[in-house]
């Protein structure tokens, strides 16, 4: 019981300090498996899985804020479960493994639910804006964590608390195959719109041949991101340089005379 | 450094012009470190898919607004002002944005601090994911769990180091930054080089989302269709042979990543045409994935 409130209070922690302060990156499998096997009292397996899916999930970030495979319970989960299941390490490893990745792929559907449902505060926080009471906008932004807490302590607490193997895996038979594959390709596309978004607010009709380069050298030339950013830098300095100057020139010579 | 604009300063070319004029409601070293702590501690606990980091801008820039706009009207504006929908990257890009906010709204130009939130949040967001995510974060975490798969407990602490101080004086740095360079584009606004800077932000973040669209979104068909393909037999004659070809190779010699691409733009045409609701964009993205993946016409990736 004590273990499985500490695990749920870790995993609280662990989103907190990515949407947070960002003191140790929570959402990267492998400090919060170093820590879950800590709190377990088996380090080198809370090591194991969480480098694991550490490697497994290299390069998954949230952009924009797509929904991305829970590893933090993911690791915490897998931790825990491979620490009870009898065996040698070897076993325990690949158990806690399993487990591990099912509950970071059967929960994800959870976490559009923990952004989503913070939308209800923001209505509020615009009246509280509108009168000016800063004590309620202040007490609404903090409490607007309780949906992303709850969308991972509840699931992690369940699954510590009644600590046994068969748990995870009953939840992952019990779930529709359809409904996981539909959800699988939802929080693959939902990224779409952040973008779509970003979009609306850049002068794309002015500029969408900017767009087409980075598709074309993504798509087609096979650049990494990487490339196509500092290939970007350097179209953009090219670009506002060979730009005819407009006001800009005439401004500079008469000084500081250029109030309109 | 971050001190409020010293009047010795030769006259500022901005602020007569200014409808609202410079504040002379001096911002603290103490009021900009209450701002920055706000930001710190909690930027992103409130987000949501409606107006993402707007909640955590505007709760950062209470202690500002509160000193610039005695005036409890002219506050509950400022508020309502910064509550508007913001994202950008977190750790690159949130503390420039918000120190660069400062400066424009100390300079009473309440417009131009709308303006440049909006211009910078979308570039900075492509460029801070891209340095904080695939660049410095995939070297870090590779190295830690690689000694952390070899039972090396100083895999995790290697990296939890490495997150901890550089992350904490990039953001310190970029809040300063921000706020000292805001002061000058303030006063060089009538010389273009805000106009300058926005226009190459603008192009630079362009340029990486049109990379960035095609990798991030996931979708590709898993549909086949039949091809009766006339196969001569070894021995003589001939026999038609039914042959099944995926739609998606089809798909990827016209254009590759063309239903990442499409799913996008038709989003953006339905919030751009329609003006429609984010929120409806993001149910809608929901009832197709939910729909076309349960079907399991389509797919995030192809069954290797």
Known sequence: ???????????????????????????????????????????????????????????????????????????????????????????????????????????????????????????RADRAAMAGRTRELSVLHWTAFLPWAAVRAVPTFLATYFLNTSAVSAIERSVPNWFTNGMTLVGAILPAVGFAMLLKLLPVRRYWYMLLLGYVLFAFMKVTLVGVTLFGLAVAVIFVTLKPPTADRLTRTEGSSDNV | MSEPADTSEPADPVGPADPVGPSDLAITRQVLRRVFWRYFWSFQVSWNYERMQALGFCYSMVPVLRVLHPDRAAFADSLRRHL????????????????????????????????????????????????????????IFSIGAGWALQGNVMGPIFTVLFVLIPYFVVRWWQFGFGYRQGKNMVARLASGALEKLNEGATILGLIVMGGFIPQIVKIVTTLTYQQNITAVKPGGGSTVVTQKVPVQKQLDAILPYLLPVAITAFIYFLLRRFNLHPIWAIVIVFAIGLALGGLGWFAKALPT
């Open chain 1, 1 to 123: 019981m004590l273990i499985a409130l500490a695990l749920t209070l870790w995993a609280v922690v662990c989103i907190y300090d990515m949407l947070g302060p960002t003191l140790f990156y929570g959402t990267r499998p492998m400090v919060v498996g170093t820590v879950a096997g800590l709190i377990v009292g088996d380090l080198t397996l809370g090591m194991a899985v969480g480098g694991t899916l550490e490697l497994t999930a290299l390069g998954i970030y949230t952009y924009g804020g797509a929904s991305t495979p829970d590893y933090i319970t993911g690791a915490i989960v897998g931790t825990a479960l491979g620490h009870v299941t009898p065996g040698d390490p070897g076993h325990q490893l690949a158990i806690g493994l399993t487990l591990g990745v099912a509950a970071s792929l059967v929960l994800t559907p959870l976490d559009p639910i923990g952004r989503f449902l913070p939308t209800f505060w923001i209505h």
């Open chain 2, 84 to 139: 508007s929908f913001f994202n950008t990257s977190p750790i690159v890009g949130g503390p420039l944005i918000l120190g660069t906010t400062i400066a424009m709204e100390e300079a009473g130009s309440t417009t131009s601090a709308d303006s440049v939130k909006v211009a910078m949040m979308a570039p900075m967001a492509g460029i801070g994911d891209t340095i904080t995510f695939a660049l410095y974060n995939s070297i």
